[in-house]
């Protein structure tokens, strides 16, 4: 299915790079393609070292990770892999002003960027059914383990590597994006022929709407759930409760990444599905290049998420164990009060006693006083 980049041949039907003479130049202005370039490097510096600041803080209590978190963790290595792989050679092109690798580096460019954005998505898909089975079924806990998680890893990998090759070995191919200083999927197969159809079909229903619907659906019924559960665990034992806000907050964590993410690669798929079996060239190249950058903006948002909800839990935590600690020393000081009470009160009467007695024992003493005065009279 692959096509011959080559060719040169004026049929307003095939793809924009076979018509274009230069397909790897630059369509923008080179006012556009700076910005652009200076965005992307922002991007890729704050995405860089946030994420491995997260890879690095995991591998710090790497024997403490739960289950959740190491899944959590993959996501992270595929936005350090987007930036550090993929980045560089869209920021070298914008401020070159064209595409600068060839086709051998606009096929490897699509292969990572399509790699490291499907395991994203096929993790979060994990993730999401690890919360909704978590927290919908809780027997499902007792039995996951770090084991099945790195199982979980190798089959998301898997599954990863099958799809984004098979466009190498001739079922489709990579192409370079409309305005020329990217690559990406080669889209517009579906436009020439019906193999290309079936082959972006199966593209989008196993990497992007299967996924996204398992994710929906398991946070769904998540939100059911926890509504419907909140006010339960509230009466249970303290240990139950706080481990019942931990999986909310991995939940929370889960729940914002996966937003995030799609509200950054939707408007791109919704472009790329219009270049596929829509009207391409009704897209103007000016407004194409717009979904395309908040797409590669997407690895830059989940360092972000851990923050914060770390902040937030930890505050909370905080707060948790200060009212901990005023309730204990209330306790304490009620309980010696009463301690104080009880001992003043057995004091009283113990003295009480002793006094009954000692008065008893005097007034025995003098009948026995009196009784020997009668008898020596």
Same mark, same amino acid.
């Given at each position: 299915?692959?096509?011959?980049?080559?060719?040169? /041949?004026?049929?307003?039907?095939? /793809?924009?790079? @076979?018509?274009?003479?230069?397909?790897? !130049?630059?369509?923008?202005?080179?006012?556009?393609?700076?910005?652009?370039? *200076?965005?992307?490097?922002?991007?890729?510096?704050?995405?860089?070292?946030?994420?491995?600041?997260?890879?690095?803080?995991?591998?710090?209590?790497?024997?403490?990770?739960? $289950?959740?978190?190491?899944?959590?963790?993959?996501?992270?290595?595929?936005? @350090?892999?987007?930036?550090?792989?993929?980045? $560089?050679?869209?920021?070298?092109?914008?401020?070159?002003?064209?595409?600068?690798?060839?086709?051998?580096?606009?096929?490897?460019?699509?292969? !990572?960027?399509?790699? *490291?954005?499907?395991?994203?998505?096929?993790?979060?898909?994990?993730?999401?059914?690890?919360?909704?089975?978590?927290?919908?079924?809780?027997?499902?806990?007792?039995?996951?383990?770090?084991?099945?998680?790195?199982?979980?890893?190798?089959?998301?990998?898997?599954? #990863?590597? *099958?799809?984004?090759?098979?466009?190498?070995?001739?079922?489709?191919?990579?192409?370079?994006? /409309?305005?020329?200083?990217?690559?990406?999927?080669?889209?517009?197969?579906?436009?020439?022929?019906?193999?290309?159809?079936?082959?972006?079909?199966?593209?989008?229903?196993?990497?992007?709407?299967?996924?996204? #619907?398992?994710? &929906?659906?398991?946070?769904?019924?998540?939100?059911?759930?926890?509504?419907?559960?909140?006010?339960?665990?509230?009466?249970?034992?303290?240990?139950?409760?706080?481990?019942?806000?931990?999986?909310?907050?991995?939940?929370?964590?889960?729940?914002?990444?996966?937003?995030?993410?799609? &509200?950054?690669?939707?408007?791109?798929?919704?472009?790329?599905?219009?270049?596929?079996?829509?009207?391409?060239? =009704?897209? /103007?190249?000016?407004?194409? &290049?717009?979904?395309?950058?908040?797409?590669?903006?997407?690895?830059?948002?989940?360092?972000?998420?851990?923050?914060?909800?770390?902040?937030?839990?930890?505050?909370?935590?905080?707060?948790?164990?200060?009212?901990?600690?005023?309730?204990?020393?209330?306790?304490?000081?009620?309980?010696?009060?009463? !301690?104080?009470?009880?001992? =003043?009160?057995?004091?009283?009467?113990?003295?009480? =006693?002793?006094?009954? *007695?000692? =008065?008893?024992?005097?007034?025995?003493?003098?009948?026995?006083?009196?009784?020997?005065?009668?008898?020596?009279?």
């Amino acid at each position: 299915m692959a096509l011959n980049h080559t060719a040169l /041949p004026q049929d307003e039907h095939l /793809p924009h790079y @076979l018509r274009d003479e230069d397909p790897f !130049a630059s369509k923008l202005s080179w006012e556009a393609d700076l910005v652009a370039g *200076f965005y992307l490097t922002i991007i890729g510096i704050l995405s860089t070292f946030g994420n491995g600041y997260v890879l690095y803080m995991s591998y710090r209590r790497k024997k403490k990770l739960r $289950p959740a978190e190491i899944m959590t963790i993959n996501l992270a290595v595929c936005d @350090l892999g987007i930036s550090v792989v993929g980045k $560089p050679f869209t920021i070298i092109s914008c401020f070159c002003h064209r595409w600068v690798f060839g086709w051998f580096g606009c096929r490897w460019y699509g292969w !990572a960027g399509f790699f *490291f954005g499907c395991g994203s998505l096929i993790t979060m898909t994990a993730v999401s059914l690890d919360r909704y089975l978590k927290i919908c079924y809780l027997s499902y806990g007792v039995w996951l383990k770090r084991k099945h998680a790195y199982i979980c890893l190798a089959v998301i990998w898997a599954y #990863a590597s *099958f799809w984004t090759t098979m466009p190498l070995v001739g079922l489709g191919d990579y192409a370079p994006e /409309p305005f020329g200083t990217s690559c990406t999927l080669d889209w517009w197969l579906a436009q020439a022929s019906g193999g290309g159809q079936v082959f972006i079909l199966s593209i989008l229903f196993f990497c992007l709407l299967l996924p996204t #619907a398992v994710i &929906v659906f398991s946070y769904a019924k998540i939100i059911a759930k926890v509504k419907s559960s909140s006010k339960k665990v509230a009466h249970f034992d303290s240990r139950i409760h706080s481990s019942h806000v931990l999986e909310v907050k991995l939940t929370k964590v889960a729940m914002l990444i996966c937003a995030g993410f799609l &509200v950054a690669w939707i408007p791109y798929a919704v472009v790329s599905v219009w270049s596929a079996f829509g009207r391409p060239d =009704s897209i /103007p190249i000016q407004l194409s &290049v717009v979904p395309t950058l908040l797409a590669k903006s997407a690895a830059m948002y989940n360092p972000i998420i851990y923050q914060v909800i770390d902040y937030r839990f930890a505050c909370c935590q905080t707060g948790r164990l200060r009212a901990t600690k005023k309730k204990s020393l209330e306790d304490f000081r009620l309980h010696t009060v009463t !301690a104080v009470r009880k001992s =003043s009160a057995v004091l009283e009467i113990h003295q009480e =006693s002793s006094s009954r *007695f000692t =008065s008893a024992h005097v007034m025995d003493g003098e009948s026995h006083s009196n009784d020997g005065d009668c008898d020596k009279k």
